[in-house]
Structures are given as structure tokens and as C-alpha cells.
């Protein structure tokens, strides 16, 4: 939807790396507008009034009950304003909700996710496109998916309430013990890009950092695949580790909306 | 009655006089209205104090991680759970509501209803010493074996529930009995806020003659009651949980976590409006005075916060859009989310037309009032982005939310406190507080308040989620202009914290030094204004009958621009 | 001093006596907190947990000889605030024993149901009915304890002629813990409903 309206907000510090990406950013976009409009305007009112109304010699205050109709007025019709601009939202709401968390579009392929005490397991397909077979490869904290492929996602947990999060698409979805929560994306930039756990779940929560690979292509992605499994891929983390933690030897400026970090790492695949 | 009641009231007057009261009857094992109220005050500030210092703490882990922080130690990951999770529990359980609700509930509304005392003192006083015994268990909690709790405010099982999830064993179930203490404290507390109200009132004393911060206190107090009954259910069970092997919570046994987030926002959401509700009656009775003008439909604002509170009781899964609840149920949530900011909407516009027309004298306590509906405005507005689901897929467990309701509860339990504090020093201790150090101060907060959580906004912004002791591991986190953010947002916080040093020395050397207050210094209406200062045990010599509204400022063809509501229709 | 309290505890602009308002804010309350409990319990009856078919484990007879044992003690707490009202302090005095024994009775009938189940090796960890049953009947037989407490208090303050119109707010609160057990008699024990 942000062909409509795109004020570049989110994106000015988080590329948009889904389909539904865009979606949401425009959310965001549409309804700064809409609250920014009623907050400059009760703003604006309320510092006018400040000044206006400030105490002055042998001036005396009115009296208003604010119970007569004419009186009312004044602040029925903006009650009624801020509750049109209301329900013209919800619907756009309404209709990238539905798109976000109520459909399962056809998808290429499928990708499981576990959470626990502190570390995310993922499980890929393999050759076949299905899970639990013999060509499973399994991950941990690192997720592999292509470009432009549109993935169904299993999410499971081990113990306690987990959050798969990929701020890059816009997702996050909670992960119950017990359960398998079932969605989907599909990302449109290639890249690597933070994946988190965004639901406090316990000591070593702020340990839980992963990452999620969009490959370019079935190739770039098929060739990572059998590193993997032959042993000899060297994960995101063990680069990311030798980096060091503080400082990073890169900058990011607000303008850019790919971070060079993933750049840098797409462009060595 | 009047009369027997008078001389009845004389006939204790003369009989406490005889009966000299010690230290600890007069003070500690009151059973006053008033002092009950200083006690909640107290305890109250002195929490604010140890969950403003958690804060500390745990921000100056996030600008500066690794480091020893000053006055603390080192911030490992388990204490930054601890931190942040207490920090939460403290300012919403043992600050927001024992201030707002415990304090001015119990010290105005006797004296703002005329009457002499609460209709039951020695529930009062047992309500309080319940309050006490829960602080201190909270604070117990952090000694021992394993530190305190470190599952967020929100307590979700099964981290909650089972002590080889949370490392924290008996740190979880005091936390827990701490919360459940102070909920039967203030369920206690209750009892004596509505019948006091309903019953007690001064002879022509109507419902529509209320002062609407006794009127949003009790709306406040049964709010808590109809919602905090799920949750205490709830409490027992998770705590059966953690003890006794239940599995209410925890799947393994058949339990649900989800069942547990239902219960804890069942009663989490009507909670905000509990707190807010307080901190709008202060903020109008603060408007009223200080421009001069009767408050802008009385029964409007009335009739919003009974909307309000109502409409608070289904609104609550949108702190679960993304929980794994059923998508379909979301898209209910979404619509009664963002209605729920019509009513306050008509409440902010309803303050700020009372200013319309007015003669506005820029007090201490005015602009802490003047400060809350600009503050309460971003908190507000910010909410719509929450409430929208799809949206909150992005943000949930984010800072954006965190910068969102720190701008709703900052306003409503700091900023409402200073402004209640201000505006009824000099009748609570008989003096004035010193203007120029209470402007001080208001700046010195206001503008770091704003300094500290509107970057956060920002850092919501860019994906950064919650509850993480650093943020220098996450390569997209980890940018030097983010991280210059978290630094800024740090040293305002710090900024924030010293400035409290001038309200506190205020605070006590005008109790004690500060320039005599006159009876009505502010010129008000309502009846606390009329007794001496501080009140009397019993609180007037001579129990007043009422013969109009609270609001009557600036009648015209009347001399005075205030018209108390105790004086007869000729004075 | 001849008068007891403030002068705000004898005013009623609502016309309610304060402690008649006052026992129905509390019961209000706990109405949501029993209305939680018994919610919850619904829930997961509903969405088909494990061990919900164990409530045709519960004796059924013990079950409703509780009920009307305690229906029974409503009836006995009514006719002491009858007679309250007409100023017969003995009768009341009489009437309110006769409740505090059908409570006692009550909780009689308990032990036997929870030792029999104990030594059963069935404790409240068996499964999430178990769970709920012990801590519904337990968190209710300590509100039959608190209120039988009560009651021996107000029956001596009855006795010197004290206060008489707390036998009416006994009696109210009592009712309530009546009533609640008329909601967890039929889901606690009877399995098919």
C-alpha cells in the first residue's frame, strides 16, 4: 500500500525486507498523519488559549458551564472528527491484518523455527521441501531463506514464551510451549538481518541473538545448504564473534536503507 | 441530627484533648483519615525513589554496557531482568496507585465531602499496615537466595511458574505474594473510598456537587474492584504453580500460559484507567483554580470517565495481538482499542476549553497540570499506533511501546503527583512551598522527562526490542547513531534524577521553614480550603452544609471570583 | 465516649446503611474473584483439557449434602436476623450457633472428601481438574471458616445487645458463600453438563 503514501519513516532506519513491509510502514505513515493533524491542532489550541487567556490586570474570567448545547458544540464536533478519522483507519488496519496474520498464501517452501532457553533451532527442508525428512538441515541461530519465495513458518518452543521477531520484515509472533503457531513471509531484499527474541524469556534473553540469511538466488542458497551439512559453512556468528562486540568497525547513516553489514555479507555469498 | 452531631463532635474534640495521644497512636497507629494518607504518601515517594534508582541502573547499563555504574555495581543480565521487571512493579503498584489513589483518596475525600473522618478508620488503618507488609515483602524479595524476580511486570508463565525457567525461586513467589498483598490492601482501601463518598456527604451535598477528582477516585477504585478479581484468581493459581507442581500455566501438565495473559491485562488494561482517572481529577481540580473558571461540562467529564471505564473492560487483548490468540478475535480488539481514545479525547478537549475565556495564573502546580495534558497528548495519540494489530506486529515488545506508555504513565503518576503535591502542600503542612525552587524543579523534570522517552520513540522505530541488557550485540541495533540515542536518553534520565533533589529539599525545609500559609491560599472553592492548616483531628469545628457546585469561579455580578461551597446563597 | 466512630460512619445521604454498602462492595469483589476462578475453570472444561472426565470422581452424595447443609445454615442465619429485628437477642444468639454448626458440619463433610482423595493418591497435582478442585473448595472453605469466625463474634456482641445490624450483613455475606458453592457443586461434581 505504500505506493499511496510513503513518508519513509520506518524505513529510514530499517530496510523493508517483506511483502508485507510496506504494508505496515504505511500504517504508520497514514496514521502519523492523522494523529499528527489532531495533536498540532489540540496543541496549537491549548498553547493559544495559554497565551490568550493569561491573567491580566482587571481582566475577569468568563463563566461557562460547558452543559448548554452551543457550548457543547465545541467539543462534540472535534469528538466526532477524531472518531471518523477512527474508523477510515481501522479499515486499512482491518485489511493488512487480515493479509499479515489471517491468510496463508501458497507458499515454495517451509521453514520451522524452535525457541528455548536461549538459543533458536531452525529446521530447512532440504531437497525435498519437506520437514522432518532425512535432508533436514538444522540451524542454530542462523535461518536461511531466498529472495522473493514466498515461506510458511512453524513456530515452536521448548519451555517458555518465546517471540520470533525479524524487524527487517515487520514480523514478530509470540511462541507457546505446547503449540505450533503457524504464518508466513516473503522477503524481497537480500540480505543478512537481525532476528530476535522479542518476549522476555528469562537470564539469558539478551543472548538470544540470531540472524536470518535472504539468499539472492536457489544457487547461493543451495551452495550455503551443503556447506552446511558438510560442516565447512561459517555461520554468521562465528563472524560476528570475530568482530568483536564493541566497537563495530562500520557506520550506518539514517539515509541508507540497507545497512552496509548486510551488504557486505550478501555480497560475499 | 445536625445538631446532636455537633455536639457530639464537640464532646470528642474535649475528650481527645483530655486524652493525650502518644507518638504512636497520633502518628503510627492512626486511625486519621489524613494520617493514613501521609503514610501512603511516604511509603509511596520512597518507592518512587527505589524504582527511579532500578531505572538508573538499568539505563546507565544501556549506554554504557559492560561498565560498573556508579552507586550500583555491575549490570549482569540476570540483575537487568531483576531491574527492569521491579522497576515496573514498583512505580505502577507501589507508587501510581498509593499516591494517587491511597494518599489524596484518603486525605481529600473526608475533608472535600465534609466530613469528619472515612466511615470505617480502623479498615483504613488496616488497609495501610496490609500496604506496608507488602512493600516490604517486595523489598524482601530482592535478598534472597537467587535475587528478585526477573520475569517482567507482566509475570508470564511458564517462565513464571517454574522456578528452573526464572532461576529465581523465591524471588517469583514473593514478588507474587508482595503483588497479592497490595491488591487486598487497596481492595481493602476501596470499601471506605465508595461508602465514604455515597454516604458520608455533607447535608446538600448532591452527586452533581462532588469535586470531580472524588467523583474520578471512586470511578478509579471500582474500576480496580471489578477488574482485579480474574487476576487474583489467577495469582493463587500461578502461585500454586510455583509451589505446590500445579499446572494451571504450564503446558506440560495441561495448563495454558495464554490463560494466564488474559487474566493479568483482563485486569491490566482497566488498570491504566484506574491511575489515569486519579491524575485527570487533580489535573481539572488544578485548572479550575488557576484560570479562574468553572470546569467546561461537569457532566460530560463525568459521563466520559464512566465510558471510559466501561469500555476499558474489552479492550484488553490488544496487549496480545500477536500472542497467539485467535487472528480473528484481533480485529474486535482493534475497534474498541481505538474508540477507547474517543472519550479521553473529549476529556482533554473538555480541560482545555475550561482554560477558554479564563484568567490563567501560571502557578507551580498549574504548570505541572499544563504539562500533563501536553505530555498525556503524545502518550495518548501514540497509543493509536499500538492499538492498530497490524502495526503492533511490528512494534509489539518493542521501545516504541515503552516510550508510548511512559508518556501516559509518566504524566499520570510523576507529573500528577508533583501537581497534587504543589497544589496541596500549604494545607496539608500549613506552609508554602519555596515558587522558585518548585519552578526549578518542574523544568528540571519536564524537559528531561521529554529528553529521555521521545528518542525512545525513535529507537522503537528501528525494530529495537525490550527487556535487553545490550543492544551492541545485534548488528542492526548496534549503530553508533543508536547507540548515541540510548546515551542521550541516559543522561536525561540522570538529568531528570538530580532535579528531584530540589523537590525533596524543598519539600522538607518548607514543611518546616516555609512562609506561613493563609487559610485559602489558592482562592479555591472546595471545602478542604476552609479548615485550618494542617486540618484538625476531626477535621471541622463545625460541620458544614453545602449549597452549590465546586466549580463557581468567576460568577458574574459577584465581588469575589471564587464562591466557596460552604457559604450560605447570601454571603 | 458515647458515640462509636466518626460522625461520617452514621450518615446515609443514600439512604443504605454504610455496612450494608460496605458487605456489598466486598461481595461484589469477590464475586469477580470467584466468577474468575470458576471461569477458568469453564475454559479449560470447554476447550477439552486433560482430566476434566475425573469430576464422576467426586462423591456426588457428599456433594449435595453439602449443599443442603448449607442451604439449611441460609435458612438458620435468616431466621437470626429475623429475630435480631425483633429484638429477640437469645433466639438470634441461638439461630446464629446453629449456623456456625452447619458450617462446621460443612467442613466436616470436606475433610472427609479430601482425605479420602489424599489417601487416594489423588492430590491437586494429579491433573488440572484435581488442581481446580482443591483450590476452588479450598479457597471456599476458607471463606466458610472466615465467615463461621465472624459470626461467633457478632453472635457475643448480639448477646449484650450490640450492634445488632451486623446479624443482617453476616447474613448477607453468608448467602454469598451459599451461592458460590451453588456454582461449584454442579461443575465440580457432575461430569457431564
Known amino acids: 500500500m505504500n505506493e499511496y503514501l510513503d513518508l519513509g519513516l520506518i524505513t529510514s532506519f530499517v530496510p523493508a525486507a517483506s511483502s508485507f513491509a510496506g504494508d505496515i510502514d504505511f500504517l504508520f505513515d497514514l496514521i502519523t498523519i492523522i494523529v499528527g493533524f489532531w495533536f498540532v491542532i489540540t496543541l496549537a489550541t491549548l498553547f493559544y488559549f495559554m497565551i490568550r487567556f493569561r491573567r491580566r490586570e482587571g481582566v475577569k474570567a468568563l463563566y461557562i458551564s460547558g452543559e448548554k448545547h452551543s457550548e457543547k458544540v465545541w467539543t462534540h464536533y472535534p469528538h466526532y472528527g477524531v472518531i471518523a478519522f477512527d474508523v477510515f483507519l481501522i479499515g486499512f488496519v482491518i485489511v493488512v491484518w487480515v493479509n499479515v496474520k489471517q491468510t496463508l498464501p501458497a507458499n515454495e517452501d517451509t521453514i520451522r523455527a524452535i525457541g528455548q532457553q536461549w538459543s533458536w533451532s531452525f529446521v530447512h527442508t532440504g531437497a525435498d521441501g519437506k520437514l522432518d525428512t532425512e535432508d533436514d538441515v538444522n540451524t542454530v541461530n542462523d535461518l536461511h531463506v531466498i529472495k522473493d519465495n514466498t515461506y510458511h513458518f512453524e513456530l515452536q518452543s521448548r519451555d517458555v514464551l518465546h517471540n520470533f521477531a525479524i524487524p527487517a520484515f515487520r514480523l514478530r509472533q509470540d511462541t507457546i510451549p505446547g503449540r505450533t503457531i503457524r504464518g508466513w513471509f516473503k522477503p524481497t531484499i537480500s540480505g543478512t538481518f537481525d532476528l530476535q527474541c522479542a518476549e522476555i524469556c528469562g537470564r539469558g534473553h539478551s543472548m538470544m541473538f540470531a540472524a536470518i540469511t535472504v539468499h539472492p538466488d536457489r544457487k547461493s542458497y543451495d551452495e550455503t545448504m551443503d556447506a552446511i551439512r558438510a560442516g565447512t559453512y561459517e555461520s554468521h556468528f562465528e563472524k560476528k564473534r570475530q568482530l568483536g562486540p564493541v566497537p563495530l568497525p562500520f557506520t550506518v547513516s539514517k539515509s541508507e536503507t540497507d545497512s552496509p553489514y548486510a551488504i557486505e555479507l550478501a555480497q560475499s555469498f | ?571 | ?193
Open chain 2, 1 to 571: 441530627m445536625g445538631q446532636q452531631a455537633e455536639a457530639i463532635l464537640h464532646e470528642t474534640e474535649a475528650h481527645d484533648a483530655h486524652h493525650e495521644m502518644s507518638f504512636w497512636d497520633k502518628y503510627i497507629f492512626s486511625v486519621d483519615h489524613k494520617i493514613i494518607g501521609f503514610q501512603y504518601m511516604f511509603t509511596g515517594l520512597i518507592m518512587a525513589a527505589i524504582g527511579g534508582y532500578f531505572a538508573y541502573a538499568f539505563r546507565m547499563q544501556l549506554a554504557w554496557p559492560g561498565e560498573e555504574v556508579p552507586f550500583y555495581g555491575l549490570v549482569d543480565a540476570a540483575k537487568y531482568n531483576m531491574l527492569v521487571t521491579n522497576h515496573g512493579t514498583i512505580m505502577i503498584f507501589w507508587v501510581a496507585m498509593p499516591v494517587l489513589i491511597a494518599a489524596f483518596g484518603n486525605w481529600l475525600i473526608p475533608l472535600m465531602i465534609g466530613c469528619d473522618d472515612m466511615v470505617f478508620p480502623r479498615l483504613n488503618r488496616l488497609s495501610y499496615q496490609i500496604f506496608l507488609v507488602s512493600a516490604l515483602v517486595l523489598i524482601l524479595s530482592f535478598f534472597v537466595t537467587g535475587g528478585g524476580f526477573g520475569g517482567a511486570w507482566t509475570s508470564y508463565p511458564p517462565l513464571s511458574a517454574v522456578a528452573a525457567y526464572n532461576l529465581t525461586n523465591w524471588g517469583a513467589s514473593l514478588w507474587l505474594l508482595a503483588v497479592f498483598l497490595e491488591i487486598v490492601a487497596f481492595l481493602l482501601g476501596g470499601i471506605n473510598f465508595v461508602t465514604t463518598t455515597m454516604n458520608a456527604r455533607a447535608p446538600g451535598m448532591g452527586m452533581m456537587d462532588i469535586p470531580i477528582v472524588v467523583w474520578m477516585i471512586n470511578i478509579a477504585v471500582i474500576l480496580f474492584m471489578a477488574s482485579v478479581g480474574p487476576l487474583v484468581a489467577g495469582a493463587v493459581m500461578l502461585f500454586f504453580d510455583q509451589r505446590l507442581g500445579t499446572s494451571f500455566f504450564i503446558p506440560s501438565g495441561g495448563g495454558d500460559p495464554l490463560l494466564w495473559e488474559h487474566l493479568f491485562w483482563f485486569f491490566g488494561h482497566p488498570e491504566v484507567y484506574v491511575v489515569l482517572l486519579p491524575t485527570m481529577g487533580i489535573v481539572a481540580e488544578i485548572i479550575t483554580v488557576f484560570s479562574r473558571k468553572k470546569l467546561f461540562g461537569y457532566r460530560t467529564i463525568l459521563y466520559t470517565a464512566f465510558g471510559t471505564g466501561g469500555l476499558s473492560f474489552i479492550v484488553w487483548a490488544h496487549h496480545q495481538f500477536v500472542a497467539g490468540i485467535d487472528p480473528r478475535m484481533a480485529n474486535v480488539f482493534v475497534v474498541t482499542t481505538i474508540l477507547i481514545s474517543i472519550p479521553i479525547a473529549e476529556m482533554l478537549f473538555s480541560f482545555i476549553a475550561t482554560l477558554y475565556g479564563g484568567s490563567i495564573e501560571f502557578s507551580t502546580p498549574m504548570l505541572w497540570a499544563l504539562g500533563f495534558l501536553v505530555s498525556f497528548l503524545i502518550g495518548g495519540v501514540t497509543g493509536i499506533y499500538l492499538g492498530a494489530s497490524a502495526l503492533d506486529v511490528y512494534f509489539h515488545d518493542s521501545y516504541f511501546v515503552i516510550a508510548h506508555f511512559h508518556y501516559t504513565f509518566f504524566p499520570i503518576t510523576i507529573i500528577g503527583m508533583f501537581a497534587a503535591i504543589t497544589y496541596w502542600f500549604p494545607k496539608m503542612f500549613g506552609r508554602m512551598m519555596d515558587e522558585t525552587l518548585n519552578k526549578i524543579h518542574f523544568w528540571g523534570t519536564f524537559i528531561p522527562f521529554n529528553g529521555l522517552f521521545l528518542p525512545l520513540f525513535l529507537v522503537g522505530m528501528a525494530g529495537q526490542h525490550r527487556r535487553i541488557a545490550d543492544f551492541t550485540q545485534y548488528p542492526d541495533l548496534a549503530s553508533p547513531d543508536l547507540q548515541s540515542i540510548r546515551i542521550f536518553a541516559t543522561v536525561s534520565l540522570v538529568i531528570l534524577l538530580l532535579f528531584q533533589f530540589v523537590f525533596i529539599y524543598n519539600f522538607f525545609n518548607s514543611m518546616f521553614k516555609g512562609k506561613k500559609a493563609p487559610l485559602n491560599p489558592w482562592k479555591a472553592n472546595t471545602l478542604e480550603w476552609t479548615v485550618s492548616s494542617p486540618p484538625p483531628h476531626g477535621n471541622f469545628a463545625e460541620l458544614p452544609t453545602i449549597y452549590r457546585g465546586p466549580y463557581e469561579y468567576s460568577v458574574p455580578g459577584r465581588e469575589e471570583d471564587y464562591w466557596p461551597q460552604h457559604l450560605a446563597p447570601n454571603q
Open chain 3, 1 to 193: 465516649m458515647s458515640l462509636q466512630g466518626p460522625i461520617a460512619t452514621h450518615r446515609m445521604r443514600t439512604g443504605i446503611p454504610t455496612g450494608r454498602l460496605a458487605v456489598w462492595w466486598v461481595l461484589a469483589s469477590e464475586i469477580f474473584i470467584f466468577g474468575g476462578l470458576i471461569m477458568c475453570f469453564l475454559l479449560f472444561k470447554f476447550n477439552n483439557a486433560p482430566g476434566f472426565e475425573d469430576a464422576d470422581m467426586t462423591s456426588t452424595a457428599a456433594g449435595a449434602f453439602n449443599t443442603f447443609v448449607l442451604l439449611t445454615s441460609s435458612l438458620s442465619i435468616v431466621l437470626a436476623h429475623a429475630a435480631a429485628e425483633k429484638g429477640d437477642i437469645q433466639a438470634s444468639f441461638r439461630y446464629i450457633w446453629f449456623t456456625i454448626g452447619g458450617g462446621l458440619v460443612f467442613l466436616l463433610v470436606k475433610t472427609y472428601e479430601y482425605s479420602s482423595k489424599i489417601y487416594g493418591g489423588i492430590t491437586l497435582t494429579e491433573n488440572v481438574f484435581w488442581s481446580f478442585y482443591f483450590t476452588a473448595t479450598g479457597l471456599h472453605a476458607l471463606h466458610v471458616i472466615g465467615g463461621m469466625v465472624i459470626m461467633g463474634m457478632i453472635s457475643f456482641d448480639v448477646r449484650k445487645n450490640h450492634n445488632l445490624q451486623r446479624v443482617e450483613l453476616i447474613g448477607l455475606y453468608w448467602h454469598f458463600v451459599d451461592i458460590v458453592w451453588i456454582f461449584l457443586f454442579p461443575i465440580l461434581y457432575i461430569a457431564n453438563f
